[in-house]
């Protein structure tokens, strides 16, 4: 069964007759605290140090708290009592009340500011109240000093220069007529336009520019994104659009290189074969091949009529036109003093997924033929 949960209360009442700094100093050392945190605990009439002890240890609390020459309670947390301040909030309002004396005495410090938050400054001339937006003093007429323009005319050149065509650079200049940019996209005039604007925008002097878009608030971070993102999106789809076809093609020509490659020992066989005994083989037995030439990418390897060689292809992902089983067939002439080098331009493999040298039209280079 469960013990008794207790929270530990100290009390202001001071045993033995000690003198309350002495007090105050050992109830600092027991409890780690500073002497103007322990002598707040002091002021207090009861504090509570620990919540929800079990009984030996709020036992040995308040042992060391006596040892302090203070008179301490245990109090069962099922009675529900108000005991003032707890020993986390006596340590937060003391810190509090440290950092608030040190500001107030640093020379640092800002003075508290007697103006109202009106929009209201004063004429840098003639020090009339003029509103924050007057560009001219209406007493004097002498220039302001305009604020800062929210929008940047780095960024909005950099738009103008990227995204012109698309009347970006207007939507961030807060101008809802940049939607009128994309129909002269065809023609060519708003890529034109937007050139010129960028560098414009760029050549603008700061005061002119704070003068032209100054009252525009800054711009978020978020408002640029949302602008922009859009025109990305699209870009990537282009380039992904383009970019895996292409990236298919290749790993489907790599695989048919690959088969092309595997045929090599059977195609230098055929040509062993045919020089040794000068017959032509018409299978892979009249060649002595009984090797099993399958992998996860050829199907088979034979040698046919005429001395032909054919890989045939898997095609599990209907990648070929599945009307014929694709395939590359290499063919040689076997004529006295023509030429025994083997031709893989036929089959029914596409072109785009052969090599160079199995294309219908290819030229060996000089260097090739010798």
Known sequence: MTGTIYDVVVTNQILDGKSSEEVIRNLGNILKLSEDNAKVILEQPRTVIKKGVNEATAGKLRAAIEKCSLLCELVPQEKK?????SLDEVIDTETKKDTSQANNNSPYTAPPSTLQNNNTVFCRQCGAAIHVS?????????AQLQQEAGRSKVVAGFLAF????????????????????????????SRIVSLVEAIVFWCTS???WNEKYGHLPPASGWLIVLIIAPFFLVFF????????PAYQDYTIRAQVNEGIVSAQ??????????????????????????????????????????GQVVITYNNPDGVFDESEPPTIIFSRSYEPNVSAEW???????????????CRPGYQPTAEYQQ
């Open 81 to 85: 009592q108000d005991f003032g301040l």
């Open 134 to 142: 007057d560009r001219h003093c209406p007493a004097c007429g002498a």
């Open 162 to 189: 990227f995204l012109g065509p698309f009347g970006v650079h207007r939507f961030y200049l807060g101008q809802w007529w940049g939607i009128f940019y994309i129909p002269l996209i065809f023609f060519g005039i």
């Open 206 to 208: 700061k005061e002119r």
């Open 237 to 244: 789809g282009i380039l992904a659009a383009v970019a895996i």
């Open 265 to 306: 020992p059977v195609l230098n066989e055929v040509d062993a074969f045919y020089d040794r005994v000068g017959f032509i083989p018409n299978s892979n037995i009249d060649a002595g091949l009984n090797g099993d030439y399958s992998s996860a990418i050829v199907e088979s390897i034979n040698i046919i009529e005429g």
């Open 343 to 357: 031709d893989c331009t036929l089959g029914s493999i596409p072109n785009k997924f052969r090599s160079a040298k």
